[in-house]
């Protein structure tokens, strides 16, 4: 089988890499990728991830069976739509589907509707109602934009002074959607789910990312700065839960309202003294979770597509080992950073996955904000931390930074 992956980062890294372990795979392409998958896909730089027409062309004359969409911008800008027409076999969902990601408003009334347990909310359709909305609120209160932000759409507002701090910020234009969400207090996990219609199938192993930039969950959220598997605090009673109240609902509530996900529902809850809540909803992977979910499977990724497609049952198999991994990010990020700074000192073999890097002659120079994801395994998430940090130490460079405390809600409760 020839397999399309789409997508530039650690996300795509980690998917090319497991794809191409599956004995079902004979050929995989990256569009556009990043140097270092050169040595497991074909990597075609040149093709922009947002010209569906140039990619439609491509997987059509090249025959490819599958196409593997990473990130959420191609899927809310309808790219499954377009290979779907050709006739072409699609891992992520439609752009109808894809507004479960898309927009906090499409995502808050669907759950609402149907009952699936999130914080309270109210949307404005502008800045005088922000404004004025906010004088009847109680603190903290969460201010969402509509839209993609890429993790860094949200602000808490402690007081009403901090409210209208946020107010300013997202609404650089008087109108547009703010969503208001009751502030939840809890511990963050994050389920990855196969979707295919009403048919849902959660992994049986979770992750947990860290989404400030600094220790201490300190400092702006980001798209993510180290995660790490299995949760072991966090019990299979609660996944089993998470499943039963939200996952199989919102699956069965998107069938039923017509639209049709295929891909992987991505369930960022929250564990609130009422149970699960969902804090988001995303339409792929998360990154940097599908790498350590993706290191730790030991299944077939492909063969649990197929599997779904078929709505046949899922078997996953897991390593016993944990996997931490740490994120090393540009400084500044997610502010203003330098690009086209070198590193060195990783390796390509699955210990490190590279998220925003490219290669320049003989060297790799960062490209983005986050840069590197270098994991660890080991017996239990003490060891894993331990080997993440020791290969976070092989790399050479004095333009990152990365935290220290990736995994440690997992150690201190034991
Ligand atoms: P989101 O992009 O919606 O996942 O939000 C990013 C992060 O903001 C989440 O991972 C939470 O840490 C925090 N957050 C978002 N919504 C809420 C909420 N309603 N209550 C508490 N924290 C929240
Ligand atoms: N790591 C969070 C996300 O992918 O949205």
Same mark, same amino acid.
């Given at each position: 089988?020839?397999?399309?992956?789409?997508?530039?980062?650690?996300?795509? +890294?980690?998917?090319?890499?497991?794809?191409?372990?599956?004995?079902? @795979?004979?050929? !995989?392409?990256?569009?556009?990728?990043?140097?270092?998958?050169?040595?497991?896909? *074909?990597?075609?730089?040149? @093709?922009?991830?947002?010209? +569906?027409?140039?990619?439609?062309?491509?997987?059509?004359?090249?025959?490819?069976? $599958?196409?593997?969409?990473?990130?959420?911008?191609?899927?809310?800008?309808?790219?499954?739509?377009?290979?779907?027409?050709?006739? !072409?076999?699609?891992?992520?969902?439609?752009?109808?589907?894809?507004? @479960?990601?898309?927009?906090?408003?499409?995502?808050?009334?669907?759950?609402?509707?149907?009952?699936?347990? &999130?914080?309270? %909310?109210?949307?404005?359709?502008?800045? &005088?109602?922000?404004?004025?909305?906010?004088?009847? #609120?109680?603190?903290?209160?969460?201010?969402?934009?509509?839209?993609?932000?890429?993790?860094?759409?949200? !602000?808490?507002?402690?007081?009403?002074?901090?409210?209208?701090?946020?107010?300013?910020?997202?609404?650089?234009?008087?109108?547009?959607?703010?969503?208001?969400?009751?502030?939840?207090?809890?511990?963050?996990?994050?389920?990855?789910?196969? /979707?295919?219609?009403?048919?849902?199938?959660?992994?049986? #192993?979770?992750?947990?990312?860290?989404?400030?930039?600094?220790?201490?969950?300190?400092?702006?959220?980001?798209?993510?700065?180290?995660?790490? #598997?299995?949760?072991?605090? @966090?019990?299979?009673?609660?996944?089993?839960? *998470?499943?039963?109240?939200?996952?199989?609902?919102?699956?069965?509530?998107?069938?039923?309202?017509?639209?049709?996900?295929?891909?992987?529902?991505?369930?960022?809850?929250?564990?609130?003294?009422?149970?699960?809540?969902?804090? =988001?909803?995303?339409?792929?992977?998360?990154?940097?979770?599908?790498?350590?979910?993706?290191?730790?499977?030991?299944?077939?990724?492909?063969? +649990?597509?197929?599997?779904? =497609?078929?709505?046949?049952?899922?078997?996953?198999? $897991?390593?016993?080992?944990?996997?931490?991994? /740490?994120?090393?990010?540009?400084?500044?990020?997610?502010?203003?950073?330098?690009?086209?700074?070198?590193?060195?000192?990783? &390796?390509?073999?699955?210990?490190?996955?590279?998220?925003?890097?490219?290669?320049?002659?003989? +060297? %790799?120079?960062?490209?983005?904000?986050? /840069?590197?994801?270098?994991?660890? =395994?080991?017996?239990?998430?003490?060891?894993?931390?331990?080997?993440?940090?020791?290969?976070?130490?092989?790399?050479?460079?004095?333009?990152?930074?990365?935290?220290?405390?990736?995994?440690?809600?997992?150690?201190?409760?034991?």
């Amino acid at each position: 089988m020839k397999v399309l992956v789409i997508g530039a980062g650690g996300r795509e +890294h980690v998917l090319a890499f497991k794809l191409k372990q599956s004995p079902l @795979i004979n050929e !995989i392409h990256v569009i556009p990728g990043n140097g270092a998958m050169k040595n497991i896909a *074909t990597v075609h730089t040149d @093709i922009d991830e947002a010209n +569906h027409e140039k990619i439609v062309d491509f997987a059509k004359t090249q025959n490819v069976s $599958w196409v593997i969409i990473g990130p959420e911008q191609p899927l809310t800008e309808g790219l499954t739509d377009k290979l779907q027409t050709e006739n !072409i076999k699609v891992f992520g969902p439609n752009e109808a589907a894809a507004q @479960i990601e898309g927009s906090k408003l499409f995502a808050k009334q669907l759950m609402e509707k149907y009952d699936i347990p &999130t914080a309270a %909310y109210k949307e404005t359709n502008n800045k &005088t109602d922000a404004l004025a909305y906010i004088d009847t #609120c109680e603190f903290p209160i969460v201010l969402k934009k509509d839209g993609l932000a890429a993790g860094k759409g949200v !602000i808490i507002a402690n007081n009403i002074d901090e409210a209208r701090e946020g107010i300013d910020i997202l609404y650089s234009e008087e109108n547009g959607t703010v969503v208001f969400e009751q502030f939840l207090e809890g511990e963050e996990f994050s389920l990855m789910t196969f /979707v295919n219609q009403d048919y849902a199938v959660p992994f049986d #192993c979770i992750a947990q990312d860290h989404k400030r930039a600094f220790d201490n969950d300190e400092g702006p959220n980001t798209g993510g700065m180290g995660a790490y #598997c299995p949760v072991p605090h @966090i019990d299979k009673g609660m996944i089993e839960r *998470t499943n039963k109240e939200i996952a199989q609902p919102i699956a069965q509530a998107m069938a039923k309202e017509g639209y049709s996900f295929f891909g992987v529902l991505y369930i960022g809850a929250i564990i609130t003294k009422d149970g699960p809540k969902v804090i =988001e909803f995303n339409a792929r992977f998360g990154d940097p979770e599908a790498q350590v979910l993706l290191t730790r499977m030991e299944s077939d990724l492909m063969q +649990h597509i197929l599997d779904l =497609e078929a709505k046949q049952p899922i078997q996953f198999k $897991w390593k016993k080992d944990a996997v931490v991994g /740490v994120m090393l990010a540009s400084k500044g990020y997610p502010g203003t950073y330098n690009k086209g700074e070198v590193v060195s000192g990783f &390796t390509l073999d699955g210990r490190y996955f590279v998220s925003g890097l490219n290669k320049v002659d003989q +060297h %790799y120079v960062t490209s983005g904000g986050r /840069v590197i994801l270098a994991l660890g =395994e080991g017996s239990d998430i003490s060891e894993a931390k331990a080997n993440a940090y020791e290969a976070v130490d092989q790399i050479q460079s004095n333009a990152l930074f990365y935290r220290s405390d990736i995994s440690d809600k997992a150690i201190k409760q034991k």
